[in-house]
């Protein structure tokens, strides 16, 4: 089984609200990453968690707070943003498998459309 | 520092016939791994197939083969019997080995399969 789910599937937010994206995997993996899309463009790394911890932030805006509360969940908290961050979020976990090259399994993605 | 290069933004391809997706890559990481995923218009990005840099068979999933030519840094993805289902964006992407690594994605091709 290499699923990951993502909720909600879709969120339509003002740029005053406050909102969170949750990811899930039952895997085991021990790596869970952050990704936003724009159309026709290509993932973009947000953030990378590897056994719980943050491990990468790609000088993400402080308006975007990751968070995993365990090696299961990964939360992404969203407060005060802009419309030019409506995008597809996608999550993604990997086993974390030493010297070899591991391989990251996507979740469904959230649509975030900010007015 | 890692690139991925894709060179056909779209392609067309008739039901049942083989397609070839190019991908090219750089890298000076000694150890690499290269990945195809599709992502259909509903946003999930599925993994298809990898091939690590020390293999020295093509890796094959069904209906997909990884045609990996080391010394020309390619990694062109071969899609047999198309069927209607894999109409899709297909990017190509690399990642070194070891550990929790940045992916560095191709910016993709777009792929319709014709009845």
């Known amino acids: 089984d290499t699923e990951v789910t993502q909720t909600p599937k879709h969120l339509v937010m003002g740029m005053t609200n406050k909102k969170s994206l949750k990811c899930e995997q039952h895997?085991?993996?021990?790596?869970m990453y952050w990704y936003k899309q724009k159309a026709k463009k290509p993932p973009e790394l947000m953030f990378v968690y590897s056994y719980e911890k943050l491990s990468i932030n790609e000088s993400v805006p402080s308006r975007f707070s990751p968070e995993c509360p365990n090696s299961s969940l990964l939360n992404l908290h969203l407060h005060a943003l802009q419309p030019e961050d409506s995008a597809l979020y996608l999550c993604?976990?990997?086993?974390?498998?030493?010297?070899?090259?591991?391989?990251?399994?996507f979740g469904p993605g959230t649509r975030l459309t900010v007015l | 520092a890692q690139k991925i290069t894709q060179t056909q933004p779209g392609m067309f391809v008739q039901e049942k016939e083989a397609v070839t997706l190019d991908c090219t890559y750089d890298t000076s990481d000694p150890s690499y791994g290269l990945f195809w995923y599709k992502q259909p218009s509903s946003g999930e990005m599925i993994f298809l197939i990898y091939?690590?840099?020390?293999?020295?068979q093509n890796a094959t999933e069904g209906r997909y083969s990884l045609n990996f030519q080391k010394a020309r840094k390619s990694a062109n993805l071969v899609i047999s019997a198309s069927q209607l289902g894999d109409s899709a964006m297909y990017f190509c992407?690399?990642?070194?080995?070891?550990?929790?690594?940045?992916?560095?994605f191709g910016t993709g091709t777009k792929l319709q399969v014709i009845p």
């Open positions: 091939q690590g840099s020390y293999d020295q």
């Open positions: 992407a690399m990642s070194p080995s070891g550990g929790y690594q940045k992916v560095t």
């Open positions: 993604a976990s990997s086993h974390l498998a030493g010297g070899l090259t591991d391989t990251q399994y």
């Open positions: 895997m085991g993996h021990r790596a």
